[in-house]
């Protein structure tokens, strides 16, 4: 029973820091209509910013910094990279999917060339120490994934639904040309969403490379692809169903890798690739997404 | 008029006649080094074609695409080799490309009911599940470390260094014989597609793009589409294996690096770490 | 319209052949020039009389290196080309060997095996042995054309698939010896006894199967039941396996795995109170690791075990070579690949003095003084050639905190 506990702790915990990289991935989509396959480098470079400055500016310093240029680029990457061909035209989307793949080598080589095979700390202050939640025993920096995500993903939420920019956010991912025509300043909308989805990134990354894993290194980044999945599964242009699929995706992992030595049958290590067993599954069945709506094509 | 046409005609021709006589005199001033980029870039040039029919032509966004180009890999290197039923290697590589065919067809169910970015990332997600089986089935595959390649060999000619050759003077190992087959292979898939979208089926592509729910009204037997689709990545993975002693499953599904079209996959598996 | 129709379907056809015939005569005539064709052999005599071949000239002779600066085991590499150079410095500065300057072509591969495939495409016409290669998948794709070739090669990978090659000399135990030595350790001085269990997390692929070989053969040895567990490289979260190998109550930890995951293995069995010992390959363990969280776990259980010396030894030779590397590299870390790269570099001159004094420095002459040589130079580790019966005394090292820079 401890196990299964134990698993389905830390299943919530990586649940919830997918969360926050799932949503940024959901945001931008919302807002451009792109597959954000840079994600993981931004989520890399946060965390190499907050790793290289936290012995000069503390770990909240370091973090504020990191959040800040890892908006500031993803900003960037939208307003100079992909919008400078002009968004309008429907396919566009699909080829700015594929200059973020570009992008995503470009920023990851230059990474991985400076981390090397090194482990860095991000100072972060939970360390190694644990807690015992009744029989089971985890770490502060779990319980503290799960409380900062939740904070923060309200406060998205409530970003979309009070302020103008959300309410701009929603009317241009329903309708472009009406919004253009009603006012609403398209390019400063979706390169804001951008910022933001580079900010929850640089979030995520701090918990990513907190114990138990033993620190930032070259392929952190590559975990923000196992939030695809969880996007996709719950809609992608729906936060909610971000949400949603993230916390499956991180049961299901933590599940399959903790059982694995039952589930022999399905081959060693089908944990890393069951979130994206689940993802078919769920888009047989409901092809959008479990909270996607069903999209209205004019033939 | 037509004698001006005929002229531009000539003249294009003549361009071609001399790319085609550069691309063939290659062979015997490179070394293999160069060689083998060539060839490296003749595969990603079949797949690219494949690709760009698929994603361009019909507008349905594939990142899956390297799983079929292993399909088509380990499918040769299986059928040709043992374990396996060690059918004549010619054999083995039209079967192969078949094979990836087939796959095509087996997933057009999915591509039918996912569209758009979602149908992507459902692509994306057989190179993961694709690249799991590969790594586990390692008495078909040779698991992580890959097999050996059964160099190819057309009636007593075989495409390898394993028989001397030599030709004005140069020697031709397996390299310079894989080039013409390799020109070869980009020929025939090039005027495959071509004829492709000049016929029937590519105006069905076409209409794919523009409008799914109309063309869906239209046409029957899309997966036949795909599966025409798809065989071009059977042949790049082909192509890839013919020059390949032993690669392993992380080179031949997704590589990590530049020779295959389907980079998308490439920030997914790139960093398979190490094993010292 | 008709006749200039007939006019210019005539002359279409008719200016067509001329170019091709005339494209096919340029070719013919070019390809008759092309340097390939006059590609031979470096083979031949030397002017002292020495057989050269590829990689040998009067004046040079070059050796080859495939390694990673730029990839996963980049420190690695580097420490590695760095002391090799030492070594190259040194001997061309006492005359070089065989009258000849030693020189060393490095190629980045990136622990991309395709790029490594084309670096060896590149160099291999230029060299006459590669005293390094890092990673085991590039040695398996590669070692077709070694034997091939007959490139003598020292890789930087201790997979008993390697062993049995003519060509290839691994230097230092197989991944499967060293979990036996573990094993033993285990048993001798850590007080575990018939019938207890012990964990073993490994890598996919040819070091974690060949560790795992080892660790079952010790454990059917000493009545020990081996639990294994079988990680990715991407995987640096271990909690899970933890959480499994506690329920199944074992007494201690093998891993086969990379410094990433032998720091999270510590760390987390530690914090999880399963605070057994932990033992584990060189390559499972680099100086970086006692600067993170884990450290004290890390002091407190992890034993490395390893035919090598550490770089803190104070075996006389171990400490020259330290030394004059630290004055040469003043800012660089001494980890484990400054002296296996040195030792390397080291039984590779001496191979090379040895086939000059049989008069021939072709390839193959070099493999066969290779063999021949009885006893490699003191100073760093023994060699393995083939798979052995019995196990070897083993060699164990505990890790502690102050390791040096």
Redesign the interface.
């Known amino acids: 029973m401890t196990t299964f506990l134990d698993n389905v702790f830390n299943g919530l915990a990586l649940g919830a820091v997918y969360a926050l990289v799932a949503l940024g991935f959901v945001i931008i989509?919302k807002a451009s209509?792109v597959?954000n396959?840079?994600h993981?480098?931004l989520l890399l470079l946060g965390g190499y910013v907050a790793a290289v400055l936290h012995d000069d500016l503390g770990f909240a310093g370091a973090l504020a910094v990191a959040v800040l240029v890892t908006a500031a680029v993803a900003g960037a990457m939208d307003r100079f990279l992909l919008q400078a061909g002009g968004g309008a035209d429907p396919?566009a989307?699909?080829v700015q999917?594929?200059v973020t793949?570009?992008v995503?080598?470009v920023i990851?080589t230059d990474l991985?060339r400076r981390i090397g095979g090194d482990l860095l700390s991000l100072g972060d202050p939970w360390g190694d120490s644990v807690s015992g939640l009744g029989p089971v025993t985890v770490a502060d920096s779990r319980i503290a994934a799960i409380v900062v995500s939740t904070v923060v993903i309200a406060g998205v939420f409530a970003l979309f639904r009070y302020t103008n920019w959300g309410l701009s956010l929603r009317a241009s991912a329903e309708d472009v040309e009406a919004a253009a025509l009603m006012g609403v300043r398209l390019v400063r909308v979706r390169t804001l969403a951008w910022c933001l989805a580079g900010a929850l990134a640089a979030l995520a990354a701090v918990f990513l490379a907190a114990f138990p894993a033993p620190g930032l290194e070259?392929?952190t980044g590559?975990i923000a692809?196992k939030a695809?999945?969880a996007a996709?599964l719950g809609g992608?242009a729906s936060p909610p169903g971000a949400l949603a699929g993230s916390l499956l995706i991180g049961l299901t992992e933590a599940l399959v890798a903790g059982y694995q030595s039952d589930l022999h049958v399905l081959?060693?290590?089908?944990g890393?690739?069951a979130p994206?067993?689940v993802?078919?599954l769920v888009?047989?069945i409901r092809?959008?997404?479990l909270f996607g709506g069903k999209?209205a094509?004019r033939? | 008029m037509?004698?001006r046409l005929?002229r531009a005609?000539?003249i294009r021709?003549?361009w071609t006649?001399?790319a085609v006589?550069v691309l063939?005199?290659l062979p015997?001033?490179?070394?293999?080094?160069w060689l083998?980029?060539g060839l490296?870039s003749m595969a990603a040039a079949v797949g690219a074609v494949g690709l760009g029919l698929l994603?361009g032509t019909a507008?349905q966004?594939s990142l899956g695409h390297a799983f079929f180009l292993a399909v088509g890999a380990y499918g040769y290197v299986w059928l040709a080799g043992e374990p396996g039923p060690g059918l004549p290697t010619v054999v083995a590589a039209v079967l192969a490309v078949l094979l990836a065919g087939a796959a095509g067809g087996l997933f057009s169910p999915?591509a039918g009911?996912?569209?758009g970015?979602?149908l992507?990332?459902?692509t994306?997600?057989l190179v993961?599940?694709g690249?799991?089986?590969l790594?586990?089935a390692d008495s078909v595959t040779g698991g992580?470390?890959?097999r050996?390649v059964p160099p190819l060999e057309v009636g007593g000619f075989s495409f390898s260094a394993d028989s001397e050759l030599t030709l004005?003077?140069?020697?031709f190992g397996a390299e310079e014989r894989l080039w013409y087959l390799g020109l070869a292979l980009f020929a025939v898939t090039w005027f495959t597609a071509r004829g492709l979208l000049r016929g029937r089926p590519g105006r069905a592509l076409v209409a794919l793009r523009d409008?799914?729910?109309?063309a869906a009204r239209y046409l029957y037997g899309a997966s036949i589409v795909l599966i025409l689709l798809f065989a071009p990545d059977g042949l790049h993975g082909l192509v890839r294996r013919l020059r390949a002693?032993?690669?392993?499953p992380?080179?031949a599904p997704p590589?990590?690096?530049a020779?295959s079209p389907s980079?998308?996959t490439?920030?997914?598996v790139?960093?398979?770490?190490?094993?010292? | 319209m008709k006749p200039?129709?007939d006019?210019?379907?005539r002359?279409?056809p008719r200016?067509?052949t001329l170019?091709?015939a005339a494209?096919?005569a340029?070719?013919?005539a070019?390809?008759?020039c092309?340097?390939?064709?006059?590609s031979s052999d470096s083979a031949g005599d030397g002017a002292d009389g020495v057989k050269t071949g590829p990689g040998v000239t009067d004046k040079t002779i070059k050796l080859g290196a495939l390694t990673?600066l730029t990839?996963?085991?980049a420190t690695l590499g580097k420490s590695i080309v760095q002391a090799q150079q030492m070594w190259a410095d040194e001997v061309n500065a006492d005359g070089g060997i065989c009258d000849r300057r030693v020189e060393i072509v490095v190629k980045d591969h990136g622990?991309?095996?395709?790029?490594a495939?084309?670096a060896y495409?590149?160099i291999s016409?230029d060299v006459v042995a590669l005293p390094q290669v890092i990673?085991?998948?590039v040695m398996?794709?590669l070692?077709?054309?070694i034997d091939r070739d007959k490139v003598l090669t020292f890789p930087?990978?201790?997979a008993a698939s390697l062993l049995d090659r003519e060509s290839v000399q691994v230097l230092g135990t197989t991944y499967d010896i060293d979990m036996i030595a573990a094993v033993d350790f285990l048993t001798r001085t850590k007080g575990l006894k018939k019938g207890d269990k012990i964990g073993h997390v490994y890598?996919?692929?040819?070091?974690?199967?060949n560790a795992l070989e080892g660790s079952q053969w010790a454990g059917k040895k000493a009545g020990l039941k081996v639990v294994g567990q079988k990680i990715?490289?991407?995987d640096t979260d271990l909690s899970a396996q933890v959480s499994a190998l506690r329920k199944e109550g074992v007494k201690a930890i093998l891993i086969s795995?990379?410094p990433a995951q032998t720091a999270s293995l510590v760390g987390v069995a530690a914090s999880r109170g399963l605070k057994v010992p932990v033992v584990s390959s060189a390559?499972g363990y680099a100086p970086q690791l006692m600067k993170t969280p884990a450290a004290p776990a890390l002091a407190a259980m992890l034993t490395i075990v390893s035919a090598a010396p550490a770089a803190s030894s104070d075996l006389p030779g171990v400490r020259k070579m330290v030394a004059s590397y630290k004055k040469k590299y003043p800012d660089a870390l001494v980890d484990a690949g400054v002296l296996s790269g040195y030792n390397a570099a080291q039984i590779m001159g001496a191979d090379l003095k040895k086939a000059c004094e049989g008069g021939s420095l072709a390839r193959e002459d070099v493999v066969k003084a290779h063999r021949a040589q009885s006893t490699p130079p003191r100073r760093t580790s023994p060699t393995r050639r083939s798979r052995p019966a019995p196990p070897p005394t083993c060699t164990s090292r505990t890790r502690r905190r102050s390791v040096p820079r």
Request: a neutral charge.
């Open positions: 989509f209509g597959m396959f840079a993981g480098s396919h989307a699909h999917t594929i793949i570009g995503d080598i990851l991985s070259r392929t590559q692809l695809f999945p996709i992608m081959g060693e290590g089908f890393d690739v994206y067993a993802m078919v888009l047989l092809p959008t997404g999209a094509v033939v | 037509s004698e005929s005609r000539a021709l003549g006649f001399a006589a063939c005199a015997f001033y490179l070394d293999a080094f083998r980029i490296f994603s507008g966004l999915v009911r996912v569209r970015i979602y992507g990332v459902a994306l997600a993961f599940l690249h799991h089986v790594l586990t992580f470390n890959g050996s004005l003077g140069v020697p409008s799914e729910t109309a002693r032993v690669r392993r992380r080179t590589p990590s690096n020779t980079q998308p490439a920030p997914a790139r960093a398979k770490e190490p094993t010292p | 200039s129709h006019h210019t379907y002359a279409a200016s067509r170019l091709a494209l096919a340029l070719l013919l070019g390809t008759g092309s340097s390939k064709a006059n990673d990839g996963p085991y622990y991309d095996v395709q790029k495939v084309t495409a590149d016409a990673g085991s998948p398996a794709a070692l077709d054309d930087q990978a201790w890598f996919e692929g040819d070091y974690g199967a990715k490289a991407t795995a990379g390559p």
